[in-house]
């Protein structure tokens, strides 16, 4: 199994940058396929970013392009969101998740298998 915990969220004002960690335990992490996702209140989950196991595909939600980032570093089983140019529309908590096989790109909840506590994500107007 793999158990993923979030930090980096907080409070921060529009325009502002925020990095999100996802740390992950395990011996096989590059194996997996990792992926961001975000709910703000009243909504459904929304995908928001994934990268394969090896680090050199991306996909990302369209309205996201150019503002995030989402990167990994296997040594240390992390993954990574930055996320610069916020906008009040961005506030959500932000869930980490792992799918498998690591090769393939996942856009859907049902398609991962372990999940983070998620972190908040706040952006004042």
């Known amino acids: 199994q793999v158990q993923m915990v979030e930090s980096g969220g907080g409070l921060v004002q529009a325009g502002g940058s925020l990095r999100l960690s996802c740390a992950a335990s395990?011996?096989?992490?590059?194996?997996?396929?990792m992926g961001w996702f975000r709910q703000a209140p009243g909504r459904d989950s929304e995908f928001v970013a994934a990268?394969?196991?090896?680090?050199?595909?991306?996909e990302y939600l369209v309205s996201v392009k150019g503002r995030f980032t989402i990167s990994r570093d296997n040594a240390k089983n992390t993954v990574y969101l930055q996320m610069n140019s916020l906008k009040p529309e961005d506030t959500a908590v932000y869930y980490c998740?792992?799918?498998?096989?690591?090769?393939?790109?996942?856009?859907?909840?049902?398609?991962?298998?372990?999940w983070g506590q998620g972190t908040q994500v706040t952006v004042s107007s």
């Open positions: 998740a792992a799918s498998f096989p690591g090769s393939r790109l996942f856009r859907h909840v049902s398609e991962y298998t372990y």
């Open positions: 395990g011996r096989s992490f590059s194996n997996y396929a």
């Open positions: 990268i394969n196991g090896s680090g050199g595909l991306t």
